[in-house]
């Protein structure tokens, strides 16, 4: 099992965040935590995500967001016991 932290950055078109979403609740079972900031006034959004699956969950997830239009991923992981 991994713990991850994810960032999500959605910038300027905003209509992308519809399918930012589905992605995120096909995933819903790996997402322990989930907080969205929005910036308005730059026309940035900034969406950290804390997730617990497989590497390859986790992956998957971050190719998926990483393939939508502005859209950007950063994501950290590290092997955790449970």
Not at 63 to 71: A, E, P, Q, R
Request: proline share 1%; no cysteine; charged share 25%.
């Amino acid at each position: 099992m991994r713990l991850g932290v994810m960032g999500i950055i959605i910038e300027k078109d905003r209509t992308v965040a519809e399918d930012v979403q589905q992605i995120l609740s096909a995933y819903g079972d790996i997402i322990m935590s989930r907080t969205g900031v929005p910036d308005r006034e730059h026309g940035v959004y900034v969406i950290s995500v804390i997730l617990r699956g497989t590497n390859e969950q986790i992956s998957a997830m971050a190719g998926k967001l990483g393939k939508l239009n502005n859209v950007k991923v950063k994501s950290a992981m590290t092997d955790v016991e449970v």
